[in-house]
């Protein structure tokens, strides 16, 4: 007979056994990664423990968390007002790829590569002749990490300027091991200390500061999670590291209004804090309203990808690349602001540990683990280079104003009969000029009727002067009148120019936003015609395969 203990013992094991066998139900349950936001970090914190969730990132950046959540746990969260979910999406780097190298001359003079173009074409060595090299001033680049072997990464021609690196996948403080070879890329052709046979710097700020942020893996990949983190990290340390520029050589494609999509949002905290962000425009091109997230945020430079056409001494060939993303955004507006030098630009990697490097070795000049690629990435780095020098010489500018003389001192690229070859949807305002933006005197001509404080509140939105015809198709632009702007490059047919003569011309302005209650984006029904709005409540799960790099051959 038992006794009144071993009733008890046995009621306390099946209490343990059923609370093990419902943990063990629970953990078996499929969780999906969310961005929750809401009144608050604090405040979505609490909600989020109290549903169940487990938090990956604290986000106050986006007042917010990242967390992995049941579809339960969603639906409770969407019932609580005030609540905001998006699923977590895939982020690419945006660099293409080399199936063949070509010899171009300019690789190869002994062991060493002569000058590359970028730097005298994008204005460079006219502002490097005046002593503009980026000293002092401090770019953080959110990519795939660094290779710590490069003495590029570590130290500027004027002594150590890796100021710090942070790790945002594993939340802390250490070194990230670049493994794909991207990142290492990036931060090479934007400010490389190496000399050419000449002398001459290859990077475009071979002197600012860096910080690093670790976000993507060894193929490029990346989540909004992820990235979020890092962004957040940046916005608390800038005024500790003196953060000016942040390159941002990554992108997803659109699935909402910018002003919903979270990666958005936080650009626009941190240009609202005093950081001039630069994004690449994406690699979706040569078709209209292929801008990736975060360059389609209304107020950041974004940066189109031009080419010499392998002739640095012939401008006659230069053009557009045709990966290069186009506009305008879903929203109206143009970018992108500005194209810059993104073809067969050089860098490092290491030859033995990174992804790229080691599975496309044609890539590699003589010159050792020094590498060619292409991309609306390397366009980025090299404006990011430009603002460096800028804020160099003027360190008082806020983002707007480096944004507006920046596109007031760019050069279009027009054909042999002096019109716009490329529409302002593909060149923004031309080709940036780093001399000329130094010196220029450019004022509220960026951002201009938009205001990013009610845009972050959710108290106003904008849209762009940008329309599209719905009988023709074509994309023009209207003034603030709302009548059609028929002048030369604002009107495009989504054709994409190749193989005639250019030349460098005058850059085209155009007024930046109107108030998105004025009707100016509507009455022409184009807005979303490729049925990427998300539910405003919650994402559907986007497929971690989106916005996948495309491996075609270098321009």
């Not at 990808?305 to 290069?324: H, I, K, L, R």
């Amino acid at each position: 007979m038992a006794t009144c203990k071993d009733q008890l013992l046995g009621a306390l094991c099946c209490v343990s056994m059923s609370l093990l066998s419902a943990s063990t139900t629970q953990a078996r349950i499929p969780r999906t990664s969310y961005i929750v936001e809401g009144p608050g970090a604090e405040f979505v914190s609490t909600a989020v423990a109290k549903a169940g969730g487990h938090i990956t990132y604290q986000l106050p950046i986006v007042n917010g968390v990242s967390a992995l959540l049941t579809q339960s746990q969603v639906a409770l969260l969407q019932r609580q007002q005030g609540i905001t979910l998006f699923a977590d999406a895939a982020v690419q780097t945006q660099s293409q790829t080399l199936y063949s190298f070509n010899g171009y001359y300019g690789y190869t003079v002994g062991n060493s590569p002569i000058d590359p173009y970028a730097r005298t074409l994008a204005g460079v060595e006219n502002a490097a002749a005046k002593g503009f090299d980026g000293t002092g001033v401090t770019v953080a680049v959110l990519d795939s990490g660094a290779w710590y072997m490069d003495s590029n990464v570590t130290n500027s021609k004027n002594g150590n300027r890796l100021l710090n690196m942070f790790d945002a996948v594993h939340n802390v403080l250490s070194w990230y091991p670049d493994q794909y070879g991207h990142g290492t890329h990036i931060i090479t052709v934007m400010s490389s200390s190496d000399t050419s046979v000449t002398g001459r710097p290859l990077g475009i700020a071979p002197s600012a500061n860096l910080v690093v942020v670790g976000a993507f893996d060894q193929n490029g990949s990346s989540s909004y999670a992820s990235v979020l983190n890092g962004l957040n990290w940046v916005l608390q340390n800038r005024a500790l590291y003196n953060i000016r520029v942040l390159n941002l050589s990554f992108g997803a494609k659109p699935q909402s209004y910018y002003w919903n999509d979270p990666i958005d949002q936080a650009v626009m905290k941190l240009w609202q804090a005093g950081v001039v962000v630069v994004c690449s425009a994406g690699n979706f091109g040569p078709k209209a309203q292929t801008i990736a997230v975060p360059g389609n945020t209304p107020y950041v430079i974004t940066v189109g990808a031009m080419t010499d056409n392998w002739t640095p001494n012939d401008p006659t060939d230069d053009g557009v690349t045709s990966f290069s993303s186009a506009g305008p955004t879903f929203e109206g507006f143009v970018k992108p602001e500005v194209v810059a030098p993104g073809g067969h630009l050089l860098g490092d990697m290491d030859s033995s540990s990174m992804t790229i490097s080691k599975t496309y070795p044609a890539f590699a000049t003589s010159a050792f683990d020094r590498y060619v690629m292409s991309g609306t990435s390397q366009a980025a780095a090299v404006v990011s280079g430009v603002v460096a020098l800028m804020i160099q010489a003027h360190p008082s500018l806020t983002p707007d104003q480096v944004k507006c003389q920046l596109i007031a001192s760019a050069a279009g690229l027009v054909g042999s009969s002096g019109k716009a070859a490329y529409s302002v949807f593909q060149q923004g305002a031309g080709l940036v000029n780093a001399y000329q933006a130094i010196n220029s005197q450019a004022t509220n001509c960026a951002n201009v009727g938009l205001n990013i404080a009610a845009d972050i509140a959710g108290t106003k939105h904008f849209g762009g002067p940008a329309h599209q015809d719905a009988a023709s198709g074509q994309f023009y632009l209207v003034d603030a009148t709302g009548k059609p702007m028929s002048a030369d490059g604002y009107m495009w047919n989504n054709t994409f120019a190749k193989n005639q003569g250019y030349m460098w011309n005058n850059g085209y302005m155009w007024n930046n936003g109107y108030l998105w209650n004025n009707g100016f984006l509507w009455n022409n029904g184009y807005m979303w015609n490729n049925g990427y709005l998300w539910n405003l409540s919650t994402m559907t799960p986007a497929s971690t395969g989106m916005g996948s790099e495309s491996w075609n051959s270098q321009e």
